[in-house]
């Protein structure tokens, strides 16, 4: 039988999304309460990091032991695949292990080969295009706080990366509208703005996006990767710094978050990600409970 992947939003129905969200809250006010919950007993999570993390790393770290399995962190400093075996041989003998592999690397394509090879379920931990394991934080924590996203306005502010193109693609699944204002030249994906033509508004105006918005968001400058590139884009971006200038056009009780990790008095100044409308440490908390909801449902254990 083929697994079930996760390598982007496309992947889950709108249906399985609304599903797997409520039961992010629900495994959450089980965890905060001290529900004991461990469907995943015996079950083994690879995780190959070809980047650095912190969240992800230790969200699913924590998710998978909280949850009575566990989880080993591989990085390619230490496997045969910092040696050059090649990702499908890689594929095939650790998915013959293991319950479920989490994948942290650059081009989407390998990610892609590994998940063609696998035999188990494979979750996207980042790519250079993608990171769709964010926007399940990102979606359950602006339930969370303001209910339904559907029909809200969403602010994107700053580089078309891979966090740009996940709220592209959740824009598409979970029925919202998406502003994007970024430079010239650090524009989203063609083919993917093509594809999300009715649902995004793209401009080079980060006012114009975050006018009447009911959520901004935003992302490092130069992600992992584009470090030599850090001075020209902190130059390119300034005007796209979430300010309270920029949070002043937004809805009165807008959200703001940013998937972290943050540089204060670049693409946001510290009284915004440390003001009141800021989630980003509820967002952080989210990947642990949203994740475990993504596990168990690839896993097929719920109760
Ligand atoms: N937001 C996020 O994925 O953080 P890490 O790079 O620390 O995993
Ligand atoms: N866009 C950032 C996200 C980090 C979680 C990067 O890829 O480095």
Redesign the pocket.
Known sequence: MTPRHFLTLMDLSKDEFKTLIARAIELKSMQHSGVRYEPFKNKVLAMIFE?SSTRTRVSFEAAMVQCGGSAMFLSPRDTQLGRGEPIEDTARVLSSMVDCVIVRTYAHEELERFAKYSKVPVINA?T?MY?PC?LLADIQTYIEYRGSIQGKKVAWVG?G???CHSYMRAALQFDFELAVASPVGYQPNTDLVNQCRDSINLSTDPIQAVTDADLVST??WA??GQEEEHSKRAQIFAPYQVNSRLMSFAKSDALFMH???AHRGEEVSAEVIDGPQSVVWAQAENRLHSQKALLEFLLGNEE
């Open positions: 980047k980042l250079d990171h964010q580089d990366n891979n966090m992302d490092v992600s992992m998937c972290l990790p």
